[in-house]
């Protein structure tokens, strides 16, 4: 399918997520945003992936917001990421799945995660969780506004700036991302280096981390 609505039907803005959407998949951005169709939710569904990755997604988000500057010594730091897991969990911990596959993973996951990010935080000055950023420009239908809820900001000295993205199943290849498949995170830089996250300002954009939370044997990996 190849849907071409008039330029007065198109949406005026986008998240960088349905942007990738748009690139891959434009019928269903058509379906969202045209004819603002929304999927009904299953009846009585077991827990997935989806939940699985927002449980983690919130634990390390409220991890970060408790230390932005100073992190804790690894014993504190695994202690509380614990709590905050089984906060952002919540009921899904009394399933038998939970109990037996996804908590272990995501003990594996978080011990892995303290020891990467102690080493990494001796060059930042804070982090800055789930922050919304947006810039807007001219197009042809009239001005266009590209937004973003950036899983983590790292502000560097010198006015350096890295973007994170967790992620708890597949990342994009580099191929991916090269030919624009996968824009989202180089679209969260384009709006970092614009001025478009408040309290930002990035004169570089020197890294742009995918954070791989799988809970297999090595716990992750920062690619």
Not at 65 to 76: E, H, Q
Not at 77 to 101: D, W, Y
Not at 127 to 135: A, Q, T, Y
Not at 138 to 144: I, V
Request: hydrophobic letters at 40%; aromatic letters at 8%.
């Amino acid at each position: 399918p190849k849907p071409c609505p008039p330029l007065a039907a198109r949406p005026r803005g986008l998240y960088v997520t349905d942007v990738e959407r748009w690139v891959r998949d434009p019928y269903a951005i058509y379906a969202k945003r045209v004819l603002q169709l929304k999927p009904l939710e299953p009846i009585d569904v077991a827990p997935g992936a989806a939940d699985r990755g927002s449980a983690i997604h919130k634990a390390l988000e409220l991890f970060a917001k408790a230390y932005p500057k100073n992190f804790p010594d690894d014993v504190t730091a695994v202690e509380a990421l614990l709590k905050l897991g089984k906060e952002a969990f919540g009921t899904m911990l009394e399933l038998p799945i939970v109990q037996s596959v996804w908590w272990p993973r995501f003990e594996r996951s978080i011990r892995w995660y303290v020891d990467w990010e102690r080493k990494r935080r001796l060059d930042i000055e804070r982090v800055e969780p789930e922050i919304i950023g947006s810039i807007s420009f001219e197009a042809p239908g009239g001005l266009f506004k590209l937004s973003a809820k950036a899983d983590r900001l790292d502000v560097k000295p010198g006015g350096r700036v890295a973007i994170i993205d967790y992620k708890t199943g597949q990342s994009p290849s580099m191929d991916q991302i090269r030919r624009g498949f996968s824009p989202q995170m180089t679209l969260e830089a384009a709006i970092a280096l614009a001025g478009g996250f408040p309290g930002i300002t990035a004169e570089n954009v020197d890294e742009l981390v995918y954070v791989k939370l799988t809970g297999a044997e090595e716990g992750g990996k920062a690619v």
